[in-house]
Nanobody
Framework: VQLQAFGRGLVQAWGFLRLSCGAS????????MAWYRQAPGKDRELVAS???????TYENSVKGRFTIFRDNYADAVYLQMNNLKPEDTAVYYC?????????WGQGTLVTVSS
């Protein structure tokens, strides 16, 4: 499995940013996908997930602001982030589970200035 995330950026509070993650070497449509983030000095946390069937879940602090969606033709998963807050500053990782093991993309830095 290879996961590669794109979309790092510096945005102002209340701005927006879209992250994308391309997957290769898997039958993408069959995999659940997720976005995690890790802020400085904090543990990595689940931000949003989407099943192979399109069901989504969100961490409470991003509900109503972030949207996870997937394009199975492009083998990609996206995270649309609106109304960004400084506390959203973190390195964001896309992830999936392949053959019982968690797989991670390389991480992309999102910085939200106040």
């Amino acid at each position: 499995v290879q996961l590669q995330a794109f979309g790092r950026g510096l945005v102002q509070a209340w701005g927006f940013l879209r992250l994308s993650c391309g997957a290769s070497r898997i039958m993408f449509s069959a995999y659940d996908m997720a976005w995690y983030r890790q802020a400085p000095g904090k543990d990595r946390e689940l931000v949003a997930s989407i099943t192979s069937g399109g069901e989504t879940t969100y961490e409470n602090s991003v509900k109503g602001r972030f949207t996870i969606f997937r394009d199975n033709y492009a083998d990609a998963v996206y995270l649309q982030m609106n109304n960004l807050k400084p506390e959203d500053t973190a390195v964001y990782y896309c992830s999936t589970v392949d053959r019982g093991r968690k797989r991670w993309g390389q991480g992309t830095l999102v910085t939200v200035s106040s």
